[in-house]
């Protein structure tokens, strides 16, 4: 039995660009259809984003919200998929089947194989793969976010569901009206369950109207918390604020919003556009894609980081330096991406802990008076932050240590550095005692989301005291290769040069004013047929399927 997700609209926006069918990709146990386009002349390796329709559309869906435009004039490569009707009666991802949104089965299969395809036929940036799709296919986008995590590095979900929210057609139906019903923990424990991955996690995009009829808005806040869990983070948001007509809600790690909830008051079923040639203008409204005067797809491709507001320009002549403060919101640019210093005073926000304050520095005291009789073992203090880096970067914290293990050789006292549970510097004093004003620790940072740990340990195995103290003077990660901030900021530096300059990044609201619209032929043909689900599902007839793969 299949579901129907009650969405339709069969987009026949004349695509201006190429758009081509890939006839084979892989096994395809959920029989899937694929389309590309690939800019010509792009620079490579290409950036790739997988698109996912809604119920009775085609891969149309593409063109209509006007991303085809946008990767051409972006540079990033699109695989678009499209359902057919011999698997679900109205054309919608079966996001609700067991087998077909577990890893290595069904749909879920077919669309990662559509990643692998593209990745054999062109130069892909592994780093750089996201995945976005309207209702059931913002459902399966959940689903492949989940499934799927060491793929996709991000998604932007419209109008879908938390992954799981429902398994069968009973669950589906009540998951669609009103939202999961589960508890924060759960929502996380099944991304957690859906592949043996531990991170770092895909970053996510919530899209949703406050007068959806046809999937309550409940579920947009589901996903907000199911997988700002899943990073890490509070249940509440770093940040509020807006987007054009959208509320925008940010989870942060650092200057990175890992998890972003837009709301907008008013709208119903859809993705949100703003037609028009001229720029800032996206999409050819129609059913389900909405004209709100918002160019969502903009803002999809620059919470990817695909949008090139990177490029600055600059003058001068030479080599120099400067300093500046930007306004806005987005990942970090390349350069710094944090400072921990006490020549500011600290800014502890987003670090979790237990760090005692010494006139202003921040330090870390563990001490241990043994085990059995005395009760303590291994003691421990630590403090500990995610950061999303936006490149190769190198970690380094400068800490003045006192470590006191001078009792025999069952004592220990240390301080280390640890990356994602994994200690990557570090020192220790066993029998003996360290005093190390102004010791380095440093460790490389592969781009992507990584938990940075500091902690003291002590271990005694008699009653007399073994103790670490860290006194921690500065934690510093930096991108090594100089590149190009994102975004408008404002700043004062000195320095000499010619050519190109950097600007800090942001995610301003008027950043999606430069860039142009969907080039679809004006009075393209847009059905507006609607096919509703009312109490019963609908049920697919003589699909024939490959058995389930890994």
Known sequence: MRLAWPLGASLLCTPALAVDAVESFGTNPGELRMFEHVPAGAAAPLPLVLVLHGCTQTHDYAQAVGLVDLAEQHGFALALAEQDSSNNASSCFNWFEPGDIARGQGEALSLAQMVEAMKARYDIDDGRVFVTGLSAGGAMTAVMLAAYP??????????????RCGTGISDAFSCMNNGAGDTRELLTQRVRDASSWGGPWPRVQVWHGDADTTVDPQNALDLAQQWSAVHGLPASPSTTGTLGPAQRSSWRSGNAAMVELLQLAGMN?????????????????GAFVLDVDLCSSA???????????SEGEGEGEGEGEGEGEGEGEGDPAPGLVETFSDLDGYDLDGWQGDAHSDAGIATLRAASSGAGACGEGVVRASLARTFMIPAAAT???????????AINVATR???????????????????????????????ALAAGTHEIALVAEAD?????????????????VA????????????????GEGEGEGEGDEGEDEDALDDIPGCACRQGARVSTSLAWLGALALVSLGRRRAQPSA
């Open 150 to 163: 060491d793929v996709f590095a991000g998604g932007a979900v419209f109008a879908g569901v938390s992954y």
């Open 269 to 285: 079923h859809g993705t949100p556009v703003d037609p028009g040639s001229g720029a800032g203008h996206c999409g050819t409204a």
């Open 299 to 309: 803002a999809v491709i620059a919470f990817f980081g695909l949008d090139g507001a």
């Open 395 to 405: 970690l380094t914290v400068h800490a003045d240590l006192s470590l006191s293990a």
């Open 413 to 443: 006292a240390a301080f280390f550095v640890t990356v994602d549970g994994v200690v990557v510097d570090g020192r220790e004093a066993v029998f003996a005692s360290l005093d190390a004003p102004g010791e380095v620790l440093t460790a």
């Open 460 to 476: 005694s195995n008699v009653c007399i005291t073994a103790a670490a103290e860290a006194r921690i003077d500065e934690v510093r």
């Open 479 to 494: 991108v090594e290769d100089e590149g190009e901030g994102e975004g408008e900021g404002e700043g004062e530096g000195e």
